[in-house]
């Protein structure tokens, strides 16, 4: 199911008569819901790219759109987890390094996680990731959520040029 956001403008009566009591205005709020996916998830299995910068790497943390994580992660997920990510909590994640078909690393550390930040984006920690991976500023690299394995997949898609 898809997960999509929901605004709440018009309040119950019990919320509009406990705003009269306190003598403040009613706050709109919004809700996590989901609804019925009429369309396909996507066929592009790298839907979320990022061309990596030196705060990526230093931080360990790279910050991820609202649209990338709603569309492509919590589309997967339960309306639990992704009310618990809403409600500001870290949540532990795996990510598989798979840039070696043949030999694919397992990152999975309190370093590794999904979290909400500011401003509806969201960060993904992978300090792990960008410390033991081939990772250097100005590569293009690709994740996507892999929803058998309940992990993020990984892999540099492009390496970039450095400059000195």
Excluded at 63 to 85: A, D, G, K, P
Excluded at 102 to 108: A, G, M
């Amino acid at each position: 199911m898809k997960k999509t956001f929901c605004n709440k403008f018009i309040p119950s009566k019990a919320e509009e008569e406990a705003a009269k009591r306190s003598n403040t205005p009613f706050q709109v709020t919004r809700e996590l819901v989901e609804i019925r996916d009429l369309y396909p998830a996507p066929t592009n299995p790298w839907q979320i790219k990022k061309v990596v910068t030196d705060a990526d790497i230093i931080t360990g943390k790279l910050v991820l759109s609202h649209h990338e994580v709603v569309e492509y992660v919590f589309r997967y997920w339960t309306l639990e987890m992704c009310n618990y990510v809403e409600s500001g909590n870290r949540v532990l994640v795996v990510i598989w390094d798979v840039g070696d078909e043949k030999s694919p690393v397992r990152h999975h550390s309190e370093n590794i996680y999904l979290e909400l930040r500011a401003q509806d984006t969201y960060t993904l920690g992978w300090m792990d990731v960008a410390r033991n991976s081939a990772v250097n500023p100005n590569d293009e690299v690709g994740m996507f959520w892999l929803r058998q394995t309940k992990s993020f997949q990984f892999k540099v898609l492009r390496h970039g040029v450095l400059n000195d």
